[in-house]
């Protein structure tokens, strides 16, 4: 007996890895949690049905159909809701949901989705496929699971009727896989509703159960052009003919490795087309000719930048057209920037956001949120508003292998993060 009693308390916990310390919890917070419970297979319905859509960023068709399912869900719990058409941009638009309160109590919250997935209409992988707590489907990760875990935190929250002087914008962008541009149209009611909150938190796919970013890098393109005189070969390195401009390019690239490098830095230069002609257009599409006879006239290099501040992104351009002015003989080079996502600086306001991430996964036994390392993040939708307000990003779905066929969502813990996140509001809304 004594057995059978050990082995059946292995099982409980086995089974049950976070038991929720009541302790830390008042009435009302143990209710929201119950309700995130209650709701939780209609929250699996309600994302399989968004993964049965395909809503890829170059399908406004899609993107809109799943904008028509949230707006019935929000409208269910009180929201007041609105679409935004992007197609001024060549985009689908993007949703808005908002509460109405007469008074308003507490932070100010924006929660941040997205719509859009990296899998277009032709894509192969098209369907939610359920194996007991584990999902597969076309941006069932990244990000409709997160886009679910906003939702439903907000309709436990409302039925356990603690939203009444609350003010909250949900917003699910139907870009972020690829942005409208110019940013000042696609992202211009993003940061308008940015600027009416005080904390903003976004879902991006999860970097782990425990972690939570406070720092997103920036996401800038650079464009390097080299020219030289075109001669015979067997003149290079002479005074009237000098390097050429494979050589000069080759000087700029290796300038950049060996004098570049700081923490949080990263620069890829992704495309070299070099020879005596070179054409390349935006798409990444290019050719090069040349022979071993002639001196190169021209190289053309595409390349990433990613930065952790705008202090950062101001001094690396600096040095790196410093560099491209440097010419060798018979040469010249320029370089040009294009900025797409700005910086989410590490701040204090984002590490107190944290502290009561933290203190609300402690409470529920769930473990301690740590902050995730910024140089291991890409760029979100969340940047563009971090100059507005205090944010953290991270928050949505764990799995694994976003953007690839295999992508997967463990439902299990989009339960257990739709109430952490359902407990972060709470206190939001009711603190200072």
């Given amino acids: 007996m004594k057995a059978i009693i050990i082995k059946t308390i292995c099982v409980i916990f086995l089974l049950f890895p ?34 049965n859509i395909n809503s890829g960023t170059m399908n406004p068709n899609g993107v ?96 356990a009727g603690v939203l009444e002087n609350a ?19 696609s992202r211009k009611d993003l940061i308008e509703a940015a600027k009416r909150s005080n904390v903003a938190l976004a879902f991006e796919t999860s970097t782990g159960f425990n972690y939570a970013t406070v720092a997103r890098r920036s996401s800038s393109s650079w464009d390097l052009e080299v020219s030289a005189k075109r001669a015979h070969s067997s003149g290079i390195f002479s005074k009237n003919t000098g390097s050429g401009a494979i050589f000069e ?56 930048l990613r930065c952790i501040s705008n202090e950062q992104i101001q001094q690396i351009e600096t040095k790196m057209r410093a560099i491209v002015a440097n010419n060798l003989p018979q040469t010249t080079a320029n370089i040009s920037f294009k900025h797409h996502y700005p910086p989410m600086k590490p701040t204090d306001g984002n590490y107190q956001l944290l502290k009561v991430l933290n203190q609300v996964s402690l409470d529920l036994n769930q473990g301690e949120v740590k902050a995730y390392d910024p140089g291991k993040r890409g760029a979100g939708d969340i940047s563009f508003v971090a100059d507005y307000v205090d944010g953290l990003d991270g928050l949505g779905a764990t799995g694994n292998g976003a953007h690839s066929f295999n992508e997967s969502i463990n439902l299990n813990q989009m339960r257990l993060q739709t109430q952490r996140i359902a407990l972060l509001i709470y206190r939001l809304i009711n603190s200072k």
């Fill in 18 to 51: 976070f038991i929720i310390n009541a302790q830390n919890l008042t009435k009302t917070e143990q209710n929201i949690l119950n309700l995130v419970d209650k709701n939780h297979e209609d929250a699996i319905v309600l994302l399989e049905k968004t993964v």
């Fill in 64 to 159: 809109k159909k799943v904008a028509e399912l949230f707006d019935e869900s929000f409208k269910n719990i009180g929201f007041s809701n609105r679409w935004v058409d992007q197609s001024e941009v060549n985009r689908a638009g993007h949703f808005f949901a908002e509460t109405q309160p007469k008074k308003i109590k507490g932070k100010k919250i924006l929660m941040i989705g997205h719509f859009d997935t990296v899998f277009e209409e032709d894509s192969p992988f098209q369907s939610f496929v359920r194996k007991d707590s584990i999902a597969f489907g076309p941006g069932v990760n990244d990000m409709k699971g997160g886009n679910i875990i906003i939702l439903y935190a907000l309709k436990a929250l409302k039925q």
């Fill in 249 to 304: 390019a080759s000087r700029i690239l290796n300038s950049f490795y060996n004098e570049l490098p700081e923490q949080y830095l990263t620069f890829n230069p992704s495309l070299i087309l070099g020879g005596s002609k070179v054409e390349y257009d935006e798409k990444g599409n290019g050719t090069a000719e040349g022979k071993s006879n002639i001196v190169p006239e021209k190289v053309i290099v595409h390349g990433d």
């Fill in 167 to 185: 003010q909250i914008i949900a917003s699910y962008t139907g870009d972020e896989e690829s942005t409208g541009n110019p940013i000042s149209i």
